[in-house]
């Protein structure tokens, strides 16, 4: 009889038998109205994130049988983390229906980003990666910008198909549905959504018309995203929660900035300049010279340069180092995850980052 009822939080299946399982919901709640399982009810009541024996296969198997439909798949991204959340594999999971892609949480950019240079850089990326996009959309699932025209696209490409929005964990596909059934029936946060990783565990389906409905997915884990390397602290520290504000330095070369402990850039030959560096407010910067930074960073990691706390020390990949040289143009140098750094001019740069989480180089956004 418990067959067909999924929590409407997560998609998972509800059983009733064993309490320490997935999709657990005492007996006596499956009357209500709306059915939660236990975790959801944790995580909306109490803001507790209960770990889950899920694996991300089981999730990557999940989202592969959208190859065998006919539908629009809307490609979420974190414009914060464009390496980290585009899923370079994505064809071959939803085969051959056409991809809206879509930068969300555009809120945490600074208001003068070039929203132009931001979608041929996001069209390129996707390029690179082999994923051939039908339209590029930017938005704020939080704040709403840009949603009624991804509306009106979405409408325009599924042809009256079905619409699953895909993307790896924590890019805000449920909260981008939470906003659009919001705006059609006015009811809050109806899908579970979180600050952590692996949320949604299951298909969710919102009705669009009678035969058509709109699907939250579980998200795809990409091992290249910082998030699964560090703690969930550490995660609260590195997510700006509102408009990332520009800290710039003054820098000579041959010294060094530390973003925490989990990035690094080595300003190794050019003139005086403006490193201007746009990381999450809550993230401390600390200048050194190049000559003491590896000292420092062996003595004072997870101290002084935090994040990563002392927790997540252990399961931190080392700091890889790749080299950047700049001739005349404004760059920013990407630290994926974390934020980016622009330089400009003639210079010479080594950018430190876990290993497995590449830093790369852009034309600057602003
Ligand atoms: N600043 C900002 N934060 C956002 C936005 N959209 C989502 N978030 C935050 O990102 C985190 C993850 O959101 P979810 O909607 O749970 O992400 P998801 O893609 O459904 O994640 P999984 O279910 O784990 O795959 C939450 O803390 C959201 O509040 C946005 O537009 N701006
Ligand atoms: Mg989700």
Known sequence: MLENINCQGCGVQIQTSKPKELGYTPSSALTKETVLCQRCFRLKH?????AVS??????????????????????????????GSLVKSLPRITGNNPILLVGNKMDLLPKSTNKRKLMQWLRSSAKDAGINVSDVHLISSVKGHGIDELKEAIETHRDKQDVYVVGTTNVGKSTLINRLIKDSSGLSDVITTSYFPGTTLGFIEIPLDDETALIDTPGIVNKQQIAHYISEQDLKVITPHKEIKPRIYQINSKQTLFFGGLGRLDFVKGDKQSFVCYFSN????????????????????????SPPSQETLEQLPELTESTFRINNEKVDIVFPGLGWVSVDGNVTVTAHSPKGVAVSKRIALI
Not at 56 to 63: A, M, P, Q, R
Not at 291 to 300: F, G, I, M, P, R
């Open 46 to 50: 109490y803001n507790e994130i209960q």
């Open 54 to 83: 899920v694996t991300d296969d089981d999730f990557l198997e999940t989202v592969s049988e959208i190859r065998d439909t006919n539908s629009l798949v809307v490609h979420i991204i974190d414009i914060f983390d464009v390496s």
């Open 282 to 305: 809550q993230l401390s910067i600390h200048r050194t010279k190049l000559e003491n930074a590896d000292k420092l960073y062996e003595e004072h990691m997870g101290e002084l340069l």
